[in-house]
């Protein structure tokens, strides 16, 4: 049965973490007893960026709505959307 080469990962990545990132990484998991760090960290990666593209990036029905006022100019009403992330600052862990 011939292996799919989309599937096969021929691309690296390389990202830096500072000594209290990697300490907090290694104790996670020693305790939950993760031994392939690379399939762990590919795998939360594409778990938050597929949450988030289904948190935000779903179809709406009502995005933009055009109205005509009374006196017969065009008035943009834009439905109001709520983002959990908008307000919240995100600080750098360390």
């Given at each position: 049965m011939p292996k799919d080469n989309d599937l096969k990962r021929k691309h690296k990545l390389c990202i830096k973490l500072n000594k209290k990132e990697l300490d907090l990484l290694n104790k996670f998991c020693k305790k939950y007893n993760i031994t392939n760090?690379?399939?762990?960290?590919?795998?939360?990666?594409m778990k938050s960026i597929f949450d988030k593209m289904v948190e935000q990036d779903?179809?709406?029905?009502?995005?933009?709505?055009?109205?005509?006022?009374?006196?017969?100019?065009n008035t943009e009403d834009t439905a109001i959307t709520t983002n959990k992330d908008t307000d919240i600052e995100h600080p750098r862990l360390f």
């Open positions: 760090k690379s399939q762990f960290i590919r795998q939360t990666l779903y179809p709406t029905l009502f995005n933009n709505l055009e109205t005509t006022s009374d006196n017969g100019s």
